[in-house]
């Protein structure tokens, strides 16, 4: 049974209405469900709220400081009530390896949190006038492609399936080889994944150049999210994300994106904004756009912040270490200081230099 807690002062007139429109909003719904409220301060004490009223839906705090209407509590509910089992949306996933140690940790990384119905395909695209194992000059030799086919093969298999003590961790696997240029070949491949995993970089070498553009060039134009782990990274769940936004520019299918990447580990999102400010070198400065997001996704609970930095990135990955963050997000929409980070030397700056996984998200992507 649905259970719901409205928490406020009782009496109050703004309890009272929270009180009224969730009932009018299950009743509409025809949904059965067991509504209280929680006015003892102990108990107020134990939701580590900041304000009321607020409303709890299934154990999950769903907003605080506020009396959405009607309608929106009837989006909120609809949305708090899906199933709770491991939703299946990333059905096909897409690793490109160089064979790096970058490479290799991130195909770990994917093994470790997709669901066992998730279709794996490592994929290696090479050409031959950039590739410094290949001998010839002329037209690929087919005994080349043969030899490089069975690298790929022998690569996934090495380091498939992952195991973890007594755990093992299956996807379907896959694998497929491609004369091509690599930056061209993935994001053409990405029209039939529902998302991309890969390393930040590639190896020391004349590859790194080449797979490090690749990260940059694929996080811009591909047609599916694109996740990129940084080299030595461990996956450790999705308890704190920070989503580098445009408040202006937010809406909610972006936002769904991230919904449904998350959608097991019930996150703390921090929609951080950095106003760019050639003085300060860093500083977070609260602001509540809460009334804005009640309008537009009135269905999440987020933390809102707004930092004032000379430097996007520099701001962006020292909030991210002081605050523990798991996960950055971003999004190719925006058209001002986001936009700022996705031309080509700021993008390979933030793919290259970013010490937590980076979820970069299109416009067009998809939602599946």
Request: proline residues 5%; aromatic residues 10%.
């Amino acid at each position: 049974m649905l259970a719901i807690q409205v928490l406020g002062v009782h009496g109050h007139k703004s309890t009272n209405s929270l009180m009224a429109n969730i009932l009018t909003a299950i009743n509409d719904l025809k949904l059965i469900a067991k509504v209280e409220e929680v006015s003892d301060i102990d108990h107020l004490i134990e939701y580590d709220i900041s304000g009321v009223p607020a409303m709890v839906v299934n154990g999950k705090l769903a907003f605080q400081k506020g009396v959405p209407d009607v309608a929106d509590l009837k989006l909120l509910i609809n949305l708090l009530t899906k199933p709770t089992q491991k939703r299946k949306i990333m059905k096909n996933v897409l690793i490109p390896t160089d064979f790096s140690e970058t490479a290799r940790n991130a195909f770990l990384y994917a093994q470790s949190f997709l669901s066992e119905d998730t279709a794996l395909m490592v994929f290696h695209a090479y050409h031959p006038q950039i590739d410094p194992d290949y001998p010839y000059l002329g037209t690929p030799s087919e005994g080349f492609f043969k030899q490089k086919e069975a690298t790929v093969n022998n690569w996934a298999k090495r380091y498939y399936p992952l195991t973890d003590g007594n755990v093992l961790v299956k996807t379907n696997l896959d694998t497929e080889l491609m004369i091509a240029s690599p930056t061209l070949a993935i994001v053409e491949k990405s029209k039939e994944m529902d998302l991309i995993i890969m390393g930040a970089t590639g190896e020391t070498t004349v590859l790194e150049k080449t797979f490090g553009s690749t990260a940059t060039y694929v996080a811009r134009n591909a047609h599916c999210p694109v996740l990129m782990i940084p080299k030595d990274y461990q996956f450790r769940g999705y308890k704190k994300i920070l989503y580098a936004s445009n408040i202006e520019d937010f809406d909610e299918p972006m936002l769904q994106h991230l919904i449904d990447f998350t959608w097991d580990y019930d996150p703390e999102i921090s929609l951080v904004h950095i106003n760019k400010n050639k003085t300060e070198d860093y500083e977070v400065v609260s602001e509540d756009y809460e009334q804005f997001f009640r309008k537009k996704t009135p269905y999440l609970g987020v933390k809102f912040v707004k930092i004032e930095s000379n430097n996007i990135i520099k701001g962006l990955q020292q909030y991210a270490d002081e605050n523990e963050i798991d996960l950055i997000v971003m999004a190719t929409k925006h058209r001002d200081w986001v936009a700022d980070i996705f031309h080509k030397s700021m993008t390979k700056r933030m793919v290259l230099n970013t010490n937590v996984p980076l979820l970069v998200i299109h416009p067009e992507d998809p939602i599946v």
